[in-house]
């Protein structure tokens, strides 16, 4: 019998008659023949609850706290979905990921998967069971309760399917990876085959239909992923190594971020060592910076600018206001209302054009590009969270991804 790990995100268990159409999606692949190893997300919106939860208690809450209460969201899901099984006639068991032996390191809140020992799930496989695991959660070697990040109980299934050698499904609450989040972009169209690289640009460029660990995971072992809807039987989006027709397609998608800020420090002086100082802080902090612009200097002095994932913003903002004073800055400004519209694409490399499309595809709008940053695969630019979603639907359009004629 071959195994196979299901994964149900929030919206697919927000309340307790979807958890029922959940147990009997996986019912129907047990009658299959298969064994079915299904990882859950909290019900609808439960993470964003229990953390504004923690914020009316306290404004610093400890990281290590927030995972003890995060986990409980899909320690919720399991049991209940387990129940629901059961009552299908379907013997099944939840565990937590502690329970189950998802090893992590100890980066609270952005913990890395280290290990996972099988035995349990194999036991319970043999004995007839469906197990279901609790998903985004692990334990460090100090017993110490761990999550994933957001989106992580995308990295639990597609980890566990590496570890037991089996397909993983993901069921969303979209029926496929399109060009460009559907809600936003009306006109995007459902891509059947994505390469893994394609996908972990776009997932670590916004695309929350996956998360973008979930994807390395899943290059690196080879596992077979699918994409689908949890409340349709329609063909979802499988990732592969390479999509077929990746040469005749210069771009695969379009993204938005709003998960990002914006710091700017002020006339700073120009000389060595000033960068080494600012993200020197940043390092020590545990802050990954992603975008940087530093102005032309005027008068020996210069302004820099860089972006930070929003949860590491106000850490950021603390780290920087030491910094200022020791590098004889002005002061510092800050933005939170910032967005990073990015278009994706592995035919990019070979392709001229594409930035200066983008650039006048956002002119044409009026929108303003406040930072640009290229590689190989991407185009990214930061422009106001107000202009975001029109900013990805000129973009879309203006490289003509959407659906064409034919298209069901
Ligand atoms: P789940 O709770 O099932 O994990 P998520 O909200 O994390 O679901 O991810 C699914 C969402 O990802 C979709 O509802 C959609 O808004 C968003 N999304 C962003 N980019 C894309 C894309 N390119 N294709 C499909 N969905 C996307
Ligand atoms: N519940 C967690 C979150 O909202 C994990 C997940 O849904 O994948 O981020
Ligand atoms: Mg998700």
Redesign the pocket.
């Known amino acids: 019998m071959a195994v196979v790990v299901h994964k149900y ?2 919206t697919s268990v927000a309340g307790p008659e979807r958890i029922r159409t959940v147990a009997r999606r996986v019912a129907r692949a047990r009658e299959a023949g298969d064994r079915v190893v299904v990882v859950v ?2 019900m609808g ?4 609850e229990l953390i504004a939860l923690a914020g009316r208690v306290t404004a610093n809450p400890p990281d290590r706290e927030l995972d003890m209460l ?1 986990a409980t ?2 320690q919720i899901t399991a049991a209940l979905l387990a129940m629901a099984l059961g009552d299908l006639g379907v013997p099944a068991v939840s565990f937590t990921g502690s329970q189950v032996g998802i090893i992590t390191d100890s980066a609270h809140r952005k913990a890395k998967i280290l290990e996972i020992s099988t035995e349990k799930i194999a036991e319970e496989l043999a004995a007839g069971n469906v197990v279901v695991v609790a ?2 959660q692990g334990v460090d070697h100090r017993r110490n309760i761990t ?10 299934a597609v980890a566990l399917a590496a570890v037991l050698g089996a397909p993983c499904l993901i069921f969303t609450d979209v029926d496929g990876v399109y060009t460009a989040d559907p809600w936003i972009v009306p006109g995007a169209r459902k891509i059947g085959r994505i390469a893994y690289d394609e996908m972990l640009e776009m997932a670590s460029l916004g695309a929350k239909v996956l ?1 973008a660990r979930a994807v390395e995971f899943a290059k690196k072992y080879g596992v077979r992923v699918e994409v689908r809807s949890s409340f349709s039987d329609a063909p979802g989006t499988v990732l592969t190594g390479e999509a077929d027709d990746m040469e005749d397609m210069v771009l695969r998608g379009v993204t938005v971020d709003r998960d990002e800020a914006k710091l700017t420090i002020l006339h700073v002086p120009d000389r060595p060592g000033i960068a080494a100082a600012i993200f020197g802080s940043m390092a020590e902090a545990n802050i990954n910076v992603d975008m940087i612009i530093q102005n032309v200097s005027a008068k020996g002095f210069t302004d820099v600018s860089f972006t930070v994932a929003r949860d590491d913003f106000r850490r950021a903002t603390a780290a920087l206001e030491e910094v200022v004073g020791r590098i004889g800055a002005a002061g510092m400004t800050s933005d939170e209302d910032i967005a990073k519209v990015s278009v994706v694409g592995v035919g990019m490399k070979s392709h001229r054009g594409v930035a200066s499309t983008m650039f006048s595809a956002l002119a044409r709008e009026g929108i303003n590009i406040e930072m640009i940053s290229t590689s190989e695969i991407k185009i990214s630019c930061v422009v106001e969270a107000k202009d975001a979603d029109r900013a990805a639907r000129a973009v879309h359009e203006a490289f003509g991804l959407g659906r064409r004629e034919g298209d069901a």
């Open positions: 995100g929030g997300s909290a919106d439960t993470t964003d995060m969201g899909e998903g985004f999550t994933l990040g957001r989106g992580g109980s995308d990295t639990t998360q």
